[in-house]
């Protein structure tokens, strides 16, 4: 691993012969857990990545107590995400309907409607202060999810992709350009 990378290192792996180094990818501690990734199937070629499949298949990844996150727990801080911005949008929706039926009539905006826009500042304050998904995920990025059970990640530590690739010496370090990178939040 003599070449570092800011954003971190593809490496693209069959997810059906492989074998998870025995320390957390977040924290590098010992592994005493296991972890969860799904594996989504993304339309590459839609112009807005869609899911193809709604049972996605799972990596069971060795990982430390800490950052063993459960399947709920992922679920969970995605959907607190999802309603967090998904609010915003609608009480900004409501204000640009607003304003410009006032607008339409001749009216002034009136200062009242301008106050709907403080919890739309909130709310994506909240939802930008919430930790990613789940560290797991951040550190662990999966990039490109392929047929037959090829996985392409990026992986954020050194020490940790040095190993993996050690363990998995059929596992290929790929660059940036050739996963085309995708980043699905
Ligand atoms: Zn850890």
Partial sequence: MSESSRDGYFIRFDSKQVTYPDICPV?????????????????????????????????RIPTCEDHAYTENEIANSKSLRAALLGMAIVIFLYFTIQ??????????????????????????????????????????????????????????????AGEFLRLNPRAQRVSEEMVGAQHFG
């Fill in 27 to 59: 924290c590098s501690a010992p592994a005493d857990a296991t972890g969860w990734i799904y594996l989504y199937e993304y339309d590459a070629d839609a112009l807005i990545p869609t899911i193809r499949s709604l049972n996605p298949d799972k990596l």
């Fill in 99 to 160: 304003s410009v039926l006032f607008l339409v009539q001749q009216i002034a905006i009136p200062l009242w409607l301008y106050f709907a826009l403080v919890p739309v500042v909130v709310l994506l304050v909240a939802y930008h202060q919430l930790p990613p998904a789940n560290e797991l995920e951040e550190m662990m990025l999966i990039v490109d999810s392929g047929k037959g059970g090829t996985v392409t990640v990026r992986l954020k530590s050194e020490n940790y």
